[in-house]
C-alpha cells in the first residue's frame, strides 16, 4: 500500500529580487537652476517693483512738517524697519494701491520713519519715543503744528484696503 501523504516537491530556489536603476532626476541641473533662478527674481519683483506706492514718501520730517503745516493736513508717519516681514506686506498690499495712494495724497503728508539703524540722536528714534513706538510696523497720523496724536491704526485697520482708507478719513 502506498503511503497517501504528500511527497515533498523539490524546493525551488527563489529568483533573485531585481533592484530598481536608480531614478534619473527629471529636470537637469540647469533647468533646476532656471527654476530658482525664476522664484527669486518673482519674490524681488513681488518686493521691489509692485510694492512700490503712487506717491512719495516725504524724506526729512521737518520737510513733512513744513508742507503738512502750509497744507493744513495731518502727517502720515510710518514707523517700520528693514526685518520686518510685515512692513514689507503692508506696501505691497495697501501703500501700493492706488485708492490708497490717492487718499493719502489728498489727506496727508507721508513721512516713512526707518527705525532699523536709528541712533539715539536721529528723528527716527525721536518720533519713536515720542510716540512710545514698541513695534513696527506702526502707523498714526500726526497733527503737523503741535505734533500731537490724532489716530494710531490698529491692525485691523492695516488689514486691508477698505479700513486703512477709513483710518486715513479721521
Known amino acids: 500500500m502506498q503511503d497517501a ?3 515533498p516537491s523539490s524546493i525551488t530556489p527563489a529568483a533573485p ?3 530598481q536603476a536608480p531614478r534619473r532626476p527629471r529636470f537637469g541641473f540647469a533647468a533646476r537652476l532656471f527654476i530658482m533662478a525664476a522664484l527669486l527674481g518673482g519674490v524681488w519683483l513681488a518686493t521691489t517693483v509692485m510694492g512700490q506706492p503712487a506717491f512719495e514718501w516725504r524724506t526729512s520730517f ?3 512738517r513744513t508742507e503738512a503745516t502750509d497744507r493744513n493736513v495731518p502727517i502720515l508717519l510710518d514707523f517700520w524697519g528693514a526685518y520686518c516681514p510685515p512692513c514689507r506686506i503692508l506696501d505691497i498690499r495697501i501703500f501700493a494701491d ?3 495712494a490717492a487718499a493719502i495724497a489728498k489727506h496727508c503728508v507721508p513721512y516713512k520713519v526707518d527705525v532699523t539703524h536709528a541712533g539715539p540722536t536721529s528723528d527716527a528714534a525721536t518720533l519713536a519715543a515720542k510716540f512710545n513706538v ?3 510696523p506702526t502707523v498714526m497720523l500726526v497733527d503737523a503744528e503741535s505734533l ?4 494710531k491704526a490698529t491692525p485691523e485697520d492695516m488689514a486691508n484696503v477698505a ?3 477709513q483710518f486715513l478719513q479721521r
Open 148 to 151: 500731537e496724536l490724532i489716530a
Open 163 to 165: 479700513a486703512f482708507k
Open 17 to 19: 529580487r531585481q533592484t
Open 98 to 100: 492706488e485708492d490708497v
Open 5 to 7: 501523504s504528500p511527497q
Open 134 to 136: 514698541q513695534v513696527t
Open 62 to 64: 521737518d520737510a513733512a
